[in-house]
């Protein structure tokens, strides 16, 4: 890449010149500023002071030492202290010569032979549906491994499904006592729709039985432990580790209930898995790991017989990992699918896309299992994204104000439909095309106004925002690469024109401004996918992937294609919307997000 070349190039100018030694891979490229001329400009500025002459003189003598070393750069001008390098049209035109056609460009092939990376991600609770903070979550993991993926690394997505615990048995404790047997077959109700309701109606008899209580004289804090509701919970949970036959029969019939429930949004939502794991298979390697520490001295037992970890001296407090009753806590599980993760696996990194509200949990986890031994816990790494909220506020899934993901979808699904047929572009689908057109588009919609948000930031998600046809949206993207494939369509059929890969077109004419920028936006692909995995950032991706549209229809709405007189210069630019067509969609596809071939 050109980018790679200037700095090699400018690294052996500051040596010769002036003696200064520069990683050339250190040294920053910029865009140049559209208010001057140039494709990528060099600051100057920090090595001034060492080569002892003034920017303008530096910039000048970098600018020919360069220009004499490498061919493609045509010319150059100083701003100051700012260099700009203009690249000689030949390279653009070359650089599309080669990698039109090339449906992988700027993709790199996966290693599969090499350690895996492993992501984690969803890690739902089998006490509730799924709802719009687990939707980023699934996109933020999805994206985050087919980024990776991209890059050249090997990828293992798996889920851990937290399918036991408190909050589990307060549901199946409360169908038990005001369900009248209702299941999804009797009742029509989508299974984790169904055990959700029943997680709710917990928390609505338990609040009423903490009112009942406080009425009789007890403060609130001791009337919240002493609910006769919560303490039945507890002793069911007792139960579940006690291995209760009956208390077990009725854990694997409502979780069946929601497993069935969440194989159906996942699949709408277009993501999977490589591995499942359970967190009721995990907790008791989990509880072998605690005893180890007890052993090895690194935990202790507190004298009500909880076993806990003295954090202090790393900044933290004191963490419980079993109950005073015997019973597990999350990090206790997570303790032991660690360990059996990395022993499925080997793993090279373990990428837990998690809530910024764990932050402290996965502190606690990695310091643990280093004091246990266990090196590789310096793999361990915490993708922390910002929560989603609506406008009017936070989601609380006890008290049922959640958005659930799969209300959210079909509401997408139904308002992509009702505005692609006020647009009236797809009347000639037939049902079944219209009805996956209108799917595409709520899914990149969706997906898009999530994922264009750096993941560490909190966001604010409007529905109706995120499908509108203009802007930085999915269907923009979407609409655009549909119009490039119609463009291509009618140039097959009316020119007789064949794409393919290095097919050299010399064109006569000078390329215009816009059709530079689009050339650049092609060809800062590579670097932008490797900056994104070390970033684990599809945001970057989803920006780029805006960019590279919006120069796109720059350049289709001030230039004639297919009216073009001059046939070599008519090829060209039809290369040149095959290569944008052939990169929106791998873009997306790292989203996710399929792009449409009509619309």
Same mark, same amino acid.
């Given at each position: 890449?050109?980018?790679?070349l200037l700095q090699h190039c400018i690294a052996d100018a500051l040596k010769k010149l002036y003696n200064i030694d520069a990683d050339a891979e250190s040294l920053v490229l910029q865009a140049t500023s559209k208010?001057?001329?140039?494709?990528?400009?060099?600051?100057?500025?920090?090595?001034?002071?060492?080569?002892?002459?003034?920017?303008?003189?530096?910039?000048?003598?970098? %600018?020919?030492?360069?220009?004499?070393?490498?061919?493609?750069?045509?010319?150059?001008?100083?701003?100051?202290?700012?260099?700009?390098?203009?690249?000689?049209?030949?390279?653009?035109?070359?650089?599309?010569?080669?990698?039109?056609?090339?449906?992988?460009?700027?993709?790199?092939?996966?290693?599969?032979?090499?350690?895996?990376?492993?992501?984690?991600?969803?890690?739902?609770?089998?006490?509730?549906?799924?709802?719009?903070?687990?939707?980023?979550?699934?996109?933020?993991?999805?994206?985050?491994?087919?980024?990776?993926?991209?890059?050249?690394?090997?990828?293992?997505?798996?889920?851990?499904?937290?399918?036991?615990?408190?909050?589990?048995?307060?549901?199946?404790?409360?169908?038990?006592?005001?369900?009248?047997?209702?299941?999804?077959?009797?009742s029509g109700v989508k299974g984790d729709h169904l055990v959700g309701k029943y997680y709710v109606e917990f928390d609505k008899h338990y609040k009423a039985e903490i009112k009942e209580l406080m009425e009789q004289?007890?403060?609130?804090?001791?009337?919240?432990?002493?609910?006769?509701?919560?303490?039945?919970?507890?002793?069911?949970?007792?139960?579940?580790?006690?291995?209760?036959?009956?208390?077990?029969?009725?854990?694997?019939?409502?979780?069946?209930?929601?497993?069935? %429930?969440?194989?159906?949004?996942?699949?709408?939502?277009?993501?999977?898995?490589?591995?499942?794991?359970?967190?009721?298979?995990?907790?008791?390697?989990?509880?072998?790991?605690?005893?180890?520490?007890?052993?090895?001295?690194?935990?202790?037992?507190?004298?009500?017989?909880?076993?806990?970890?003295?954090?202090?001296?790393?900044?933290?407090?004191?963490?419980?990992?079993?109950?005073?009753?015997?019973?597990?806590?999350?990090?206790?599980?997570?303790?032991?699918?660690?360990?059996?993760?990395?022993?499925?696996?080997?793993?090279?990194?373990?990428?837990?896309?998690?809530?910024?509200?764990?932050?402290?949990?996965?502190?606690?986890?990695?310091?643990?299992?280093?004091?246990? %031994?266990?090196?590789?816990?310096?793999?361990?790494?915490?993708?922390?994204?910002?929560?989603?909220?609506?406008?009017? %506020?936070?989601?609380?899934?006890?008290?049922?104000?959640?958005?659930?993901?799969?209300?959210?979808?079909?509401?997408?699904?139904?308002?992509?439909?009702?505005?692609?047929?006020?647009?009236?572009?797809?009347?000639?689908?037939?049902?079944?095309?219209?009805?996956?057109?209108?799917?595409?588009?709520?899914?990149?919609?969706?997906?898009?106004?999530?994922?264009?948000?750096?993941?560490?930031?909190?966001?604010?998600?409007?529905?109706?925002?995120?499908?509108?046809?203009?802007?930085?949206?999915?269907?923009?993207i979407q609409y655009t690469h549909a119009r490039i494939c119609s463009i291509i369509r009618k140039a097959e059929s009316e020119q007789n024109v064949v794409i393919k890969a290095g097919q050299d077109v010399t064109?006569?004419?000078?390329?215009?401004?816009?059709?530079?920028?689009?050339?650049?936006?092609?060809?800062?692909?590579?670097?932008?996918?490797?900056?994104?995995?070390?970033?684990?950032?599809?945001?970057?991706?989803?920006?780029?992937?805006?960019?590279?549209?919006?120069?796109?229809?720059?350049?289709?709405?001030?230039?004639?294609?297919?009216?073009?007189?001059?046939?070599?210069?008519?090829?060209?630019?039809?290369?040149?919307?095959?290569?944008?067509?052939?990169?929106?969609?791998?873009?997306?596809?790292?989203?996710?997000?399929?792009?449409?071939?009509?619309?």
């Amino acid at each position: 890449m050109i980018t790679t070349l200037l700095q090699h190039c400018i690294a052996d100018a500051l040596k010769k010149l002036y003696n200064i030694d520069a990683d050339a891979e250190s040294l920053v490229l910029q865009a140049t500023s559209k208010n001057f001329e140039g494709d990528y400009t060099f600051v100057v500025f920090p090595y001034v002071k060492q080569a002892r002459k003034a920017p303008d003189m530096v910039g000048r003598e970098i %600018g020919e030492e360069v220009q004499n070393q490498c061919s493609e750069v045509k010319s150059f001008n100083v701003v100051k202290g700012f260099l700009n390098f203009v690249i000689d049209e030949r390279y653009w035109l070359a650089f599309v010569a080669k990698h039109v056609g090339d449906k992988q460009y700027g993709m790199k092939t996966a290693a599969t032979d090499a350690a895996p990376i492993v992501v984690e991600y969803s890690s739902p609770n089998t006490n509730k549906p799924l709802h719009l903070g687990h939707v980023r979550n699934n996109l933020l993991g999805w994206s985050v491994s087919q980024l990776l993926k991209a890059n050249g690394n090997n990828v293992k997505m798996v889920n851990l499904v937290n399918d036991r615990g408190i909050h589990i048995c307060k549901s199946m404790l409360a169908w038990q006592r005001f369900g009248n047997g209702e299941t999804p077959e009797n009742s029509g109700v989508k299974g984790d729709h169904l055990v959700g309701k029943y997680y709710v109606e917990f928390d609505k008899h338990y609040k009423a039985e903490i009112k009942e209580l406080m009425e009789q004289g007890m403060d609130e804090e001791e009337a919240k432990k002493q609910a006769p509701l919560l303490l039945e919970a507890q002793s069911m949970l007792k139960r579940w580790e006690e291995g209760d036959k009956e208390v077990r029969a009725l854990w694997e019939m409502m979780n069946g209930w929601v497993y069935a %429930g969440f194989d159906e949004t996942y699949q709408r939502l277009g993501v999977g898995f490589d591995k499942i794991y359970y967190e009721s298979n995990t907790y008791m390697l989990g509880k072998e790991l605690v005893q180890k520490g007890l052993d090895m001295g690194v935990l202790y037992r507190r004298d009500d017989g909880a076993v806990c970890a003295d954090l202090t001296d790393a900044g933290l407090d004191h963490k419980v990992l079993l109950r005073k009753d015997g019973t597990s806590v999350y990090m206790t599980q997570d303790l032991g699918t660690a360990l059996l993760r990395q022993h499925d696996f080997g793993a090279e990194q373990l990428i837990y896309v998690v809530g910024n509200e764990q932050d402290y949990h996965f502190q606690v986890l990695k310091i643990i299992l280093k004091r246990l %031994g266990y090196d590789w816990a310096d793999k361990l790494y915490h993708l922390s994204y910002g929560m989603v909220e609506l406008p009017n %506020g936070k989601m609380k899934s006890r008290e049922g104000t959640v958005v659930d993901a799969d209300d959210l979808i079909t509401e997408m699904e139904q308002t992509a439909a009702a505005m692609s047929k006020e647009h009236g572009k797809n009347d000639d689908l037939s049902p079944e095309q219209q009805q996956r057109l209108f799917h595409m588009l709520a899914m990149g919609a969706l997906k898009y106004f999530i994922l264009k948000v750096d993941p560490s930031k909190n966001m604010l998600f409007n529905p109706a925002e995120s499908i509108d046809f203009n802007g930085n949206t999915g269907p923009f993207i979407q609409y655009t690469h549909a119009r490039i494939c119609s463009i291509i369509r009618k140039a097959e059929s009316e020119q007789n024109v064949v794409i393919k890969a290095g097919q050299d077109v010399t064109i006569q004419q000078l390329l215009s401004e816009k059709e530079r920028d689009v050339i650049k936006q092609l060809h800062n692909l590579p670097a932008t996918i490797e900056a994104a995995a070390a970033a684990y950032s599809p945001a970057m991706v989803a920006n780029y992937a805006f960019d590279l549209a919006k120069a796109f229809n720059s350049f289709y709405q001030d230039t004639p294609i297919l009216r073009d007189t001059d046939r070599d210069t008519m090829m060209f630019r039809i290369q040149l919307c095959s290569m944008v067509a052939t990169t929106l969609k791998n873009t997306m596809m790292i989203l996710g997000i399929e792009v449409p071939d009509r619309m």
